[in-house]
């Protein structure tokens, strides 16, 4: 079992920054991928980016490319996702995620966190 928990969201006005973190604990988090995906009132969850287990890949949206990098340290067991350039549509509930597999599809990751709610005004 693997238990995640996000925080760092709040209300920020466009053009600003965020740095969300999540906190792994149980198994080994260096053994995961992680994943942080966003669902916004009356979407289906999103991707928003993936790191590989030792974080030496990536990936990203292309709605986030050049605002968004997903980093993690493994020694802190957290995985964090820097935001800036915010814009009103980046306003969404956003959920990290583990799996075995480093991957931008939801329903291969099996742990999820509660959620963290980031909100971008105009």
């Known amino acids: 079992q693997v238990q995640l928990v996000e925080s760092g969201g709040r209300l920020v006005q466009a053009g600003g920054s965020l740095r969300l973190s999540c906190a792994a604990s149980?198994?080994?988090?260096?053994?995961?991928?992680m994943g942080w995906f966003r669902q916004a009132p009356g979407k289906e969850r999103e991707f928003v980016a993936a790191?590989?287990?030792?974080?030496?890949?990536?990936l990203s949206d292309d709605s986030v490319k050049g605002r968004f990098t997903i980093s993690r340290d493994n020694a802190k067991n957290t995985v964090y996702l820097q935001m800036n350039s915010l814009k009103p549509e980046d306003t969404a509930v956003y959920y990290c995620a583990a799996g075995p597999v480093f991957t931008t599809t939801p329903g291969r990751y099996g742990y999820w966190g509660q959620g963290t709610q980031v909100t971008v005004s105009s």
């Open positions: 149980g198994r080994t988090f260096s053994a995961y991928a």
């Open positions: 790191i590989s287990w030792t974080g030496g890949s990536t």
